[in-house]
Structures are given as C-alpha cells and as structure tokens.
C-alpha cells in the first residue's frame, strides 16, 4: 500500500513537500516514482529514485525545483517541490516500481494527494 | 524521446462488445518494454498489462495485449459495465529510467 499526504494551496512562488508512506512490501528493495495528473489531463511522469537513493531522474520541466528522496528506515518517499509554478497544479501519485533501479513498470500506485498552485 | 500516439481519443460501445485500443510509439519499443493502465474517475491508475502481452495479477483474462516495435494493441474481448474508463499506454525499460505516457483513450457507453 502506498498512502500520499502534504498536498495542499500553496501560492506560486513558494514550496510544498510531499510524502508518500509505504507498507506490505520491501519498500528498500524498489525503485519509486512520482507520476502527476493535471486537472482533466492525463499522466505525467515527474520523477524517480533507485531502491537505494544511488540514483534519481526528473522530467525537465521540474529540474532544479524539485527533489525527489526516500528514508528507507521508515519506509517513506519525499517530493520536495520548490519555486512551484501554476503549472504544477495536479494529483500527485506515488508508484512503485517492478524493479529496483526504476526502468520497470509502475505496479501499485496510491490514491494521490491534490497539489493547487494559486495565488 | 518516445512519443506514444493513442488512439482512438474516445471509444463508444455497448457492453459486450469488442474494444481495440492502440497506442504508436515514435521510435521502437526495446524488449516490448509496453504497459496499459485502467483509470476510472476519481482513482488512481491499475496496472493491467506489462511486456505488451502479460497479463498483471488478477487481471481478467479478457483484457489482452499484442503488439511490437512500434505498434502496440490493448483488446477488451467483451466489454463489462466496470470496463468503461481511460486506458493509458506507457513506455518504460530505458536507461535512464524515464517513463512516458500516452496521451489516454477513454471507452465510454454508447
């Protein structure tokens, strides 16, 4: 199970960290993903991090503004998301990856937590 | 980067009937490194097919996936009220480990 927290209005210009808690599987041994979906819009792939935090990957449009992370000891996924844009409005998921490098399939996904960009 | 086409945007059938969905990808698909999702309103994605062809645990057997290269086919045998929703192809398997999405085709009531 994957349980996403910390969406929420936020003002552009300003930041938000987003957590993704998991349990009922070896959360250290796999890759994770943050995947976004705007309003009425689809998927989009936003970021990824090995099972060991060795390695992460971003989607351009937020490089330099957004840092993915994850405490293995509390089996927890970050999304730290600074200088947020009206842009980055959208449900934010986490998605676990078949594999621990992240270039798998995503196979469980949780419920996604609403992030509104808006002044 | 790969760039996958889905199409048709929306489909209308009446239960029962056949759904074949198709997703294009601009470059080949190494190994069929292909999946499809299911999204109904309000949900999150469920993870329905992986390698283009094979099934994900639990899925019915009535949902199948075919396709190579760059042509890749979702088939719903007989579509079930529950079945009406978006479905989203999605590459994955490069190095760096980047994934893309299709743009979604929603198989909705006729």
């Known amino acids: 199970q994957l349980v996403e927290s910390g969406g929420g209005v936020v003002q552009p210009g300003r930041s938000l960290r987003l957590s993704c808690a998991a349990s009922g599987f070896t959360f250290s041994n796999y890759g994770i993903h943050w995947v976004r979906q705007a309003p009425g819009k689809g998927l989009e792939w936003v970021a990824v991090i090995s099972y060991d935090g060795g390695n992460e990957y971003y989607v351009d449009s937020v490089k330099g503004r957004f840092t993915i992370s994850r405490d293995n000891s509390k089996n927890t996924l970050f999304l730290q998301m600074n200088s947020l844009i009206t842009e980055d409005t959208a449900i934010y998921y986490c998605?676990?990856?078949?594999?621990?490098?992240?270039?798998?399939?995503?196979?469980?996904w949780g419920q996604g937590t609403l992030v509104t960009v808006s002044s | 980067e790969i760039v996958l086409t889905q199409s048709p945007g929306t489909l209308s059938l009446s239960p029962g009937e056949r759904a074949t969905l198709s997703c294009r990808a601009s470059?080949?698909?190494?190994?069929?490194?292909l999946a499809w999702y299911q999204q109904k309103p309000g949900q999150a994605p469920r993870f329905l097919i992986y390698?283009?062809?094979t099934r994900a645990t639990g899925i019915p057997d009535r949902f199948s996936g075919s396709g190579s290269g760059t042509d890749f086919t979702l088939t719903i045998s007989r579509l079930e009220p529950e079945d009406f929703a978006v479905y989203y192809c999605q590459q994955y398997g490069r190095s760096p480990p980047k994934i893309t999405f299709g743009g979604g085709t929603k198989v909705e009531i006729k």
């Open positions: 390698g283009a062809s």
């Open positions: 470059q080949s698909v190494s190994s069929n490194y």
């Open positions: 998605a676990k990856d078949s594999r621990g490098t992240g270039s798998g399939a995503t196979d469980y």
